[in-house]
């Protein structure tokens, strides 16, 4: 029983360090992302996704209405959405979703495009 839950600890820690390096080439190729935890109150945005949030019209109230997935969507999806900006302009954000592993946390990557 002891063998399992350390083999167990060693997989989750393996998974969190692959993580972190996901996360780090994200920041690097300067890709907003927003993760997402049902445990979570709130869903957690890297400095490209606030940077890119701020520039829409009503970002922080439209922010769960862009990640969230079209109806009849299967577990990993991608749309467009339109969105107005501050600047009067309007842009469209593409928005990816993978599957969430383990049913827990989800994570979405927008671009924008002018």
């Known amino acids: 029983m002891v063998g399992v839950v350390v083999e167990d600890i060693r997989v989750q820690e393996d998974l969190e360090q692959e993580l972190e390096r996901a996360r780090a080439a994200l920041e690097l190729t300067g890709s907003a992302v927003v993760v997402s935890d049902p445990e979570a109150l709130e869903a957690r945005l890297n400095e490209a996704a606030r940077r890119l949030l701020a520039q829409v019209r009503d970002g922080e109230e439209r ?46 990557r927008a671009r924008a495009r002018p």
Do not use: M
């Open 63 to 108: 922010l769960y209405g862009l990640t969230a997935p079209p109806p009849d969507t299967p577990a990993g999806f991608s749309h467009s959405v339109d969105v107005e900006l501050h600047s009067r302009g309007r842009a469209g954000s593409r928005v990816f979703q993978p599957p969430a592993s383990r049913g827990r946390r989800s994570g979405h």
